[in-house]
């Protein structure tokens, strides 16, 4: 598979603080990438680094091959780099509809296309019977996907989500799951930072690990829930003791 992002380095800095340290980083096209780490790992701040938000401090950030190191994120949505956020954003004094809109304004030529493709985005993920209901009054479920859809609508090359599925109850999940395994397979490069391990993992081609600002694992789902380094990363040091003890016996 070609390779989509290439990260080299890259590092981040606020004041004293060092939120990324030279993370080397790459996504293939058509992948699914988990990237997991305990909080304050670092996640959120690569993700505002990777879609323009935030500039680096070091390293360099190249997309489609191109190096896209610094520029905004309207550059970067444009060309085909988006994202949701932790915190959903959705636009509450406007229809779901009107949302949807927004994302497809990106690269529709006029009020009529993108209304077309808005439409065809609902149909797709599920809420074309409340395309006329304010996206204040969804649920967070509903509010969730409905962000996912608006980034659908930019129609994206590589598609950001930030802890998508935090805060839903298990049929929810299941339903946010199922939506991003048919975005997947429509084409779009995910990278998917989640705190649900039975949400991340099964989901994920390859997962990618932080800690403390830095990479400290690559590899299969399956590799990477049976480190040792990662198991301590995320429940400490004695845990992996007993862990290792246990597998000993």
Known sequence: MAELLKVEQLTKRFGGLLANHR????????????????????????????????KPDGGR????????????????????????????????????????????????????????????????????????????????????????????ATQPKLLLLDEAMAGLNPAEVQDAVALVRRINQEGVTIILVEHVMEVVMPLSHRVVVLAGGEKIAEGPPEAIAHDPVVIEAYLGEKYARRQQALGEL
């Open 23 to 54: 993370i080397d980083f790459h996504v293939d096209q058509g992948e699914m990438v988990g990237l997991i780490g305990p909080n304050g790992a670092g996640k959120t701040t690569f993700f505002n680094v990777l879609t323009g938000f935030y």
């Open 61 to 152: 950030v190249l997309f489609t091959g191109l190096d896209v190191t610094g520029k905004t994120p309207e550059w970067l949505c444009i060309h085909g780099l988006t994202r949701t956020f932790q915190v959903v954003k959705t636009l509450k004094g406007m229809t779901v509809l009107e949302n949807v809109m927004v994302g497809a304004f990106v690269h529709a030529r006029g009020t009529g296309e993108a209304r077309r493709q808005a439409e065809e985005i609902l149909r797709f993920g599920g809420l074309y019977k409340k395309k006329d209901m304010l996206a204040g009054g969804l649920t967070i479920a509903d509010k969730k996907r409905l962000e996912m859809l608006r980034a659908l």
